[in-house]
Structure formats: C-alpha cells, structure tokens
C-alpha cells in the first residue's frame, strides 16, 4: 500500500514558475515508476511526466518538454515537478501516480498506475 500526498500547487502569473511535490509512504518507494498527471476542467485527465524507480530515465507529454522536470528523491520518499515558463493552459489539478514496477516503459496510460494522490491545484492566469 502506497499513500501520496502532493503539494505546492498555487495561483502564478504566465512565465513563473512552481515546483510540485508528491510525499509518498511506505518502505517500497524506491519499486515504483511515478508519473504526474493533470486534469483541467472539462477535460480527461492526461498524462505529463514519468520517472523511473531510480530515476535514471525520463518521459514527458510534447506539451511540456523544456519547460517541465520531473525527479525524485528515494531517500525522501518525494518525487518532484519543477514547471518553469507556466502558461495558462497548464492550468490543472495536478496527480501524482505510482506504478509498481522497477522495469522501464514510456507508458502514458493511468491504468498502469494503482496508486493516485488527491491531486493539487494549479492555476496560471494571463
């Protein structure tokens, strides 16, 4: 059992930047991919980022290449979401994810994920 509780989402103006948080329990932290996720009103959520289990490897959407990091610190139990040049269509509630697998894969799909957040808001305004 995975517990994950995401923080530091926030209102900022276009071009600034916030860093995401996503504290995990359990002693296995480090045998799980985790990804982030965003949902924006209306729509399905969507995927963003994904991370290896030791964070060697990395995927992101097209959409937030170059401007998006994802990371992770296993002894912390924390993976990250650094999002620098915001804009206002990455407003979103925002998901971390946990994929309980050590092999690596650029999946995109959440039911690959058993384990989700209560999400955080973001909002970019214009």
């Known amino acids: 059992q995975v517990q994950l509780v995401e923080s530091g989402g926030g209102l900022v103006q276009a071009g600034g930047s916030l860093r995401l948080s996503c504290a995990a329990s359990?002693?296995?932290?480090?045998?799980?991919?985790m990804g982030w996720f965003r949902q924006a009103p209306g729509k399905e959520r969507e995927f963003v980022a994904r991370?290896?289990?030791?964070?060697?490897?990395?995927y992101y959407t097209d959409s937030v290449k170059g401007r998006f990091t994802i990371s992770r610190d296993n002894a912390k139990n924390t993976v990250y979401l650094q999002m620098n040049s915001l804009k206002p269509e990455d407003t979103a509630v925002y998901y971390c994810?946990?994929?309980?697998?050590?092999?690596?894969?650029?999946?995109?799909?959440?039911?690959?994920?058993?384990?989700w957040g209560q999400g955080t808001q973001v909002t970019i305004s214009s």
């Open positions: 994810a946990a994929d309980h697998t050590t092999d690596w894969r650029t999946t995109v799909m959440l039911y690959e994920y058993e384990y």
């Open positions: 359990g002693r296995t932290f480090s045998s799980y991919a």
């Open positions: 991370i290896s289990w030791s964070g060697a490897y990395t």
